[in-house]
T-cell receptor, first 113, second 110 residues
């Protein structure tokens, strides 16, 4: 595997389900990110982890819970989501240097019924 | 927060034509990236260009940081160039947060 990978690529869940999105980076980076892309809206940052510590939480509802067990893996745990949470969720990583280039995974397309 | 404005919002080209996409930003930045989003949603890195000029094949980009704008040039466009092009910046006083523009949707017709 190379670059940034995400699983699953597609996910359909009910509002009462609990699911997790997984991201893995193979670039030796030490910063990882979750972004959300909703229809007709610009991509927006959700969470940032640097050296496995959360450095930014962009006013995201608590039904989204991130986890970064090491510098290569990032999870987004989902519970009691709403239909308006349906979106493309993108993971990214960077070398952690100030303003360093970010590289994105292919995304998970989430549908909440 | 920082404002990132892209123009035009939509662009229709005949195959072989040249085009210029523009990105204006409202504050000083230490990162500016151009991406191409393919139909499956993947963001493909085109340029990391906080300042200066770069070229990669038929694509080139120029960022004039002092005037707070960047331009992406597509020459001899091909149908595979179709998709959405995003500009994104990290503010000078921030370390990580990429703020995205709304994108330019490019359609190249054969």
């Amino acid at each position: 595997e190379t670059g940034v990978t995400q699983t699953p690529r597609h996910l359909v869940m009910g509002m009462t389900n609990k699911k997790s999105l997984k991201c893995e980076q193979h670039l030796g980076h030490n910063a990882m990110y979750w972004y959300k892309q909703s229809a007709k809206k610009p991509l927006e940052l959700m969470f940032v982890y640097s050296l496995e510590e959360r450095v930014e939480n962009n006013s995201v509802p608590s039904r989204f819970s991130p986890e970064c067990p090491n510098s290569s893996h990032l999870f987004l745990h989902l519970h009691t989501l709403q239909p308006e949470d349906s979106a493309l969720y993108l993971c990214a990583s960077s070398s952690g240097t100030r303003g360093g280039e970010q590289f994105f995974g292919p995304g998970t397309r989430l549908t909440v019924l | 927060g920082i404002q990132v404005e892209q123009s035009p919002p939509d662009l229709i080209l005949q195959e072989g034509a040249n085009s210029t996409l523009r990105c204006n930003f409202s504050d000083s930045v230490n990162n500016l990236q151009w991406f191409h989003q393919n139909p499956w949603g993947q963001l493909i890195n085109l340029f990391y260009i906080p300042s200066g000029t770069k070229q990669n094949g038929r694509l080139s980009a120029t960022t004039v940081a002092t005037e707070r704008y960047s331009l992406l040039y597509i020459s001899s466009s091909q149908t595979t160039d179709s998709g959405v092009y995003f500009c994104a910046v990290v503010m000078l006083w921030d370390d990580y947060k990429l703020s995205f523009g709304a994108g330019t949707t490019v359609t190249v017709r054969a």
